[in-house]
C-alpha cells in the first residue's frame, strides 16, 4: 500500500472543467486515460450577478440570465435546485 504522503502528491483538486483543459493540453491519449475524477465536486460555490436598479435595460438582463438559469435546471445539483426552491419561497 502506498504512503499517505505518495498518495496526495498524485492527487490534484480543479473544477471538472478546468481539469479536463489541462489533462487535454498536458498528457498524450494513453496518459488521459489513467487518470479519474470524482463525480461530486469538492466544493459548490454560489455566485452572484448584481445590477444597478437605476441603469436602464437592467431589468431585461436580469430576466434574461433567470430564463437561461430556469431553461437549464437540469444542469445544476441537487443540493443547488433545493437551495433556489428555498430562496423562491421567500422571495414568492
Avoid at 489513467?34 to 459548490?44: A, K, S, T
Wanted: glycine share 4%; with cysteine; charged share 15%.
Amino acid at each position: 500500500m502506498a504512503s499517505q504522503s505518495s498518495v496526495w502528491s498524485k492527487l490534484g483538486v480543479l473544477s471538472h472543467d478546468n481539469g479536463v483543459a489541462l489533462i487535454k493540453r498536458q498528457l498524450n491519449k494513453q496518459q488521459q486515460q489513467l487518470i479519474g475524477y470524482h463525480p461530486r465536486p469538492v466544493v459548490n460555490s454560489a455566485y452572484h450577478i448584481i445590477f444597478s436598479r437605476q441603469m436602464v435595460g437592467n431589468e431585461h438582463l436580469v430576466n434574461q440570465i433567470n430564463d437561461q438559469i430556469k431553461a437549464n435546471q437540469h444542469l445544476f445539483s441537487a443540493d443547488l435546485q433545493k437551495i433556489q426552491r428555498q430562496w423562491k419561497r421567500c422571495t414568492d
